[in-house]
């Protein structure tokens, strides 16, 4: 395929060079928490040795399609054809529902001419703090310091609670109604299914464990 498609946070054009700078080049965009809408995009089309500009844009997520927007026009000016065009295209926030991998495709003649792939994902993994055997067994020794954290979390669609709690005391363990971190740091809602990462809630919790609790007034 000769021609190509660029996704950019943001596209400018020089009107006395008629040349293009792309900004802000990706492949890959993070979520907190899905179902969600990603920001609004642009996409940079490369056409080239285009007899006619009758192309279709269409984005797909797997299941169904996202986006689906036609070009059409002239690519002759004063009796010249100009068969290598430049296209800009402004892409709407999408509705995502889950983790995926958008496919992109510019179709020409109900052909695919070029196509490239959009991953909208969770945050990657950040690293945490790791304890090691003396920092638990010097936290166990000590009486004033913070052996079990526990925080809650609030579905930012149907507002119900869910608690989470990490422990290193073998003799108050976090309680019943208290879930461990998942491995994949995502919480899901028990009410209405919405998915969000807390990524940063085991960060607070490891942080708070060996440190003297807060003065109550």
Known sequence: MNDYIVLCDQIIRDESTKKYSLIGLFNRLNSNYFPSVIKPFNIFLQLNQVEKLEHRLIIFDGEKELFNGEFTGDIERNGIKFPDINMVAVIPGLQIESESILNIS????????????????????????????????????????????????????????????????????????????????????????????????????????????????
């Open 106 to 217: 510019l179709y020409y003649n109900d052909e695919i001419v070029a196509e490239t792939q959009l991953v909208v994902d969770f945050p990657p993994k950040p690293n945490f703090r790791e304890l090691t055997r003396d920092d638990i067994g010097n936290i166990i020794s000590d009486e004033g310091v913070i052996k079990t954290s526990i925080a809650e979390i609030q579905c930012r669609k149907c507002g119900t609670s869910h608690k989470y709690g990490i422990s290193i005391d073998p003799y108050n363990p976090v309680p019943d109604d208290v879930s461990s971190i998942p491995e994949n740091l995502v919480h899901e809602c028990r009410n209405c299914k919405t998915r969000e990462w807390i990524g940063p809630m085991k960060h607070t919790l490891l942080d708070s464990l060996g440190k003297k609790p807060p003065q109550q007034n």
